[in-house]
């Protein structure tokens, strides 16, 4: 009889002891694959990011032109957005270490916005533009090169305020 309790109280310890191993090594073989998962997963690249800013550039410059200040106001939202997102998806390249210099310029830009000053806004977006340019000089992108557009860059939207 002493062996049978025994031998039950060595089996529950033994099954206590290796039931949360197995939970362990489950919990391990779920964070392999959650891992694996994250590292096939659609990362943005550096140029989509720069792509949409140079977009949004153009945008912000014809809706400030045309005085549309809230349109102007949502195009600097999405260019800081598209740099957050450098920050973030894009952490580890050099030239996202650059880009705090364009800060200033983004300030001066949203100023001239609130305040609704077109002049305020034309030379400050001229400063943005020299500031983009400086910062490709600094990671040596100065091949490319930004300037003020002189054309809409999208045929199907309207600019100035309706």
């Known amino acids: 009889m002493k062996l049978y309790i ?9 099954a206590a002891c290796e039931q ?16 694996n ?11 989509e990011f720069m792509s949409s800013i140079q977009t949004h550039h153009a945008k912000l410059w014809f809706a400030g032109e045309a005085e549309n200040w809230k349109l102007a106001d949502f195009e600097m939202g999405e260019i800081k957005e598209a740099l957050d997102g450098i920050k973030q998806y894009n952490a580890d390249r050099a030239e996202a270490k650059s880009i ?9 830009i949203d100023n001239a916005i609130q305040q609704k000053d077109l002049k305020l806004f034309k030379s ?32 199907n939207q309207v600019f100035k305020e309706q």
């Open 37 to 47: 998962n994250l590292d096939k997963a659609y990362k943005p690249g550096f140029g």
């Open 100 to 108: 705090p210099m364009i800060q200033p310029a983004l300030d001066s």
């Open 124 to 155: 400050n977006y001229i400063f943005l533009t020299s500031t983009c340019n400086n910062c490709h000089r600094a990671t040596n992108h100065e091949f490319n090169i930004i300037k003020v557009p002189t054309q809409m860059p999208f045929s």
């Open 20 to 35: 949360p191993n197995n939970h362990a090594q489950q919990l391990e073989a779920k964070i392999d694959s959650l891992q």
């Open 6 to 14: 025994s031998l039950i109280i060595t089996l529950a310890i033994f």
